[in-house]
């Protein structure tokens, strides 16, 4: 079974404080995503990448930049964290390639780290 | 880019009953996934289904991409079907999600 395992369940920080969320895949996935979840919303893609050193902002990058320098591991980093920061954060991994269509578009999630910034 | 649009936001069932679920997608789209979010967190994906029916046991879903919307039908609920549900569209390797329909089933 694939695992994408998030460092934290459940983390407090204070406004202006450096945040890092880690996210780390056990199966050799090209691509790593991380995603905010707020009520109403659904996921809105922050950021991903297809590759290490690799990314690309998604639909709601300001705030939030991101770093993969190996292939298992993508972390999302708020330089400087804000109210409007707290949320439920979910990352997902998904292969490049794969025997069918279908494998190559999975995206296998995490169990979310829900940040409060205070 | 594509907006993807749930209906109801919320929902409430006693255990047993059916329901539908909606996603409308505001474009063609070649593929359209079903997730469900559990209660604590954990998000699984349902059904990759870009057009057609697909079953899974209680669970079925059918994608209409001419008249862009899909469905997901739950028959016969129970109570570990509650959570959030989601539908994605896909677009490169970027997933959008629409809002969620948040299910709520009584025991």
């Known amino acids: 079974d694939v695992k994408v395992t998030q460092s934290s369940r459940y983390l407090v920080k204070r406004t202006g404080e450096k945040v890092f969320l880690e996210c780390v895949q056990d199966?050799?996935?090209?691509?790593m995503f991380w995603y905010r979840q707020d009520p109403g919303l659904g996921l809105r893609l922050i950021y991903f990448?297809?590759?290490?050193?690799?990314?690309e902002k998604g639909d709601i990058p300001e705030g939030y930049s991101v770093s993969r320098e190996k292939k298992e591991r993508f972390s999302l980093i708020l330089e400087s964290a804000s109210t409007n920061q707290t949320s439920m954060y979910l990352c997902?991994?998904?292969?490049?390639?794969?025997?069918?269509?279908?494998?190559?578009?999975?995206?296998?999630f995490g169990a979310g780290t829900r940040l409060s910034v205070l | 880019g594509i907006q993807v649009e749930q209906s109801p936001p919320d929902l409430i069932l006693q255990e047993g009953a059916n329901s539908t679920l909606r996603c409308n997608f505001s474009?063609?789209?070649?593929?359209l996934q079903w997730f469900h979010q559990n209660p604590w967190g954990q998000l699984i994906n349902l059904f990759y289904?870009?057009?057609g029916t697909k079953q899974n046991g209680r669970l079925s879903a059918t994608t209409v991409a001419t008249e862009r919307y899909s469905l997901l039908y739950i028959s016969s609920s129970q109570t570990t079907d509650s959570g959030v549900y989601f539908c994605?569209?896909?677009?490169?390797?970027?997933?959008?999600f629409g809002g969620g329909t948040r299910l709520m089933v009584k025991p």
């Open positions: 994605a569209s896909l677009r490169g390797n970027m997933l959008t």
């Open positions: 289904i870009p057009s």
């Open positions: 990448s297809y590759d290490v050193k690799m990314k």
């Open positions: 474009d063609s789209v070649n593929n």
């Open positions: 997902a991994s998904s292969p490049t390639s794969g025997r069918t269509l279908l494998a190559k578009n999975i995206q296998y």
């Open positions: 199966m050799d996935h090209e691509n």
